[in-house]
C-alpha cells in the first residue's frame, strides 16, 4: 500500500556489480551476463530485503542490479526524475489504470513474458487493449488491524464489533474509559506525507467502492459522492477516539501511529497486512482484523479491502540487454526459491535471516503465508463475506488525493460543516477537474 509505513526512510541507493556463475534456478537467468536491471521500488518497508535481493542475483547470475527505493509519498516524483536520466529505471511501478495513463508509452509489451505464464489469473494483468502493459505482483488487504489483548481488557471481543454503529459504541466506551483504561480507542490518524495516504487513498476508497457498487460501474469521470456522509462519520470516529487531539493531526507520522500501536497506547490501527513486521512483536495471538465499517446497509456481510495497486512495469525504452535481463530477473523472483522467500517469507526467511516481505503474489509458486494477517483476511472470505475492492485505483490523480488529503487536515482542526463541505468540494469538483485533465 506503499511507501506504507517508514515516512523516515530515507531513499536508498544500492548497486552491485559481482560475478558469479548460473545456479540452475528455473528461471532464464544466465551465468553470461547481458544487460543490467535498474528497479525503482515503490514500498520503503521493503528496501532491504530488495536490496539484499538483488545483491544475491547478482552473486548468482553476474547481471548487475541497482535498486533506488522512494521515499515515502514520493515515488511518482522520482519516477519522473530517474525517467528523465540517461540510466533510468528498467524496472518500475504504476498503480494501475491512472498511473498507467502517464507511463504508457514506457511500457514494454509483457505478453509473452516468462513472468506472464506464472500468473495464476489475467486478472492481474494491467492491460492497454491487447498489450499487458504490467503484472501486478503482490495482492494485499487492508481494514482496521485489533490488538485483543487491550479489547478484552476493555471488556469486549471480536464478535461485538460487526458494523459502524457497534465499532462506534465500542471506541466511544473505550475513550470514555480511557484514564482507567490506559489506552485509546485508534492510533493518531497522522496527516504527514508518510501517513496521510491512510485517509486520502485507503479510508476514501470505502465511499468510492460503495457509490460505484450501487451504481453498478467500475470507475467514473464524475463522483457523486454519495456516501461521503459516510466518510465524514468514520473520519469523525477515528480523530474524536485517538491518542491525540485532532489539530495535531498535520504533523503525526506513520511512525507515530505505528508506537502508539506497538506501545499498547491503543486497540485500533487502520493498516494492512503488509504492516504486520513493524506489529509482529505484539504477538500473534493478540492481533486480529476488522473491515472498515462506514454505515452503509447491509456492511455486515463486508469482508476487509482486497485488492492490488503494485504493477510492474519495464521500460521499453530501455536497451534490448536491458529488457531481457530485467524480465530474466522478474521471472527469477517469483520462481526461484531465494525469490519466493524474499517475497513470501516471514521472520528469518531472507539468508541473511532478514524477515522476508510477508506478500501474498498472484504466482504459481506463491508459498504459504507465514503472516497472520493474511490469512485472517483469508478466513473473512471463507466465512462468505464479501471483500471490498480497491477502486482508489481510479482516483484521477496525486493532485485530487492532496487536495482531499489538506481538507480532511483542515476539517481535523475544526469540525465545522463548512470545512467538511470544503471536504466534498475536493471530493466531488477536484474528481471532475483532475479527470477531464487526464484526457486533455
Known sequence: MKKFLTGSLAVA??????????????????GDAKGSVYYLNFKPEADAQWQELAKAYTEETGV????LTAASGQYEATLKSEMAKSEAP??????????LASWKDYCYDLSDSEIAKQLTSEDFALMEGDKMSGIGYVTETYGIIVNTKLLSEAGYKMEDITNYDSLKKVAEDITARKDELGFSAFTSAGMDGSSD?????????????YEYKADGINDTDAIKG???????AIWDLYINNETVDPSQLSTKTADDAVADFVTEQAVFYQNGTWAYNDVAELGDENLDMLPIYIGVEGEENQGLTTGTENYWCVNSKASEEDIQATLDFMNWCVTSETGLNALCGGEGAMESGLAGMGFNIPFKK??????PLVNIASEYE???KQPVTWNFTTMPSEEWKNGVGSAL?????DQSDANWDKVVKAFVDGWATEKAATKE
Open 90 to 99: 528498467t524496472l518500475f511501478q504504476v498503480n494501475g489504470p491512472v498511473g
Open 64 to 67: 548487475p542490479v541497482k535498486v
Open 13 to 30: 541507493l544500492s548497486f552491485t556489480m559481482l560475478a558469479g556463475c548460473s545456479s540452475g534456478d528455473d528461471s532464464n537467468a544466465t
Open 226 to 232: 454519495t456516501y461521503l456522509d459516510n466518510y465524514r
Open 366 to 371: 506463491n508459498l504459504e503465508s507465514v503472516n
Open 409 to 413: 487536515t483542515t476539517y481535523a482542526s
Open 382 to 384: 471463507k466465512e462468505g
Open 197 to 209: 495516504w491512510r485517509f486520502k487513498t485507503h479510508l476514501a476508497n470505502l465511499p468510492i467502492y
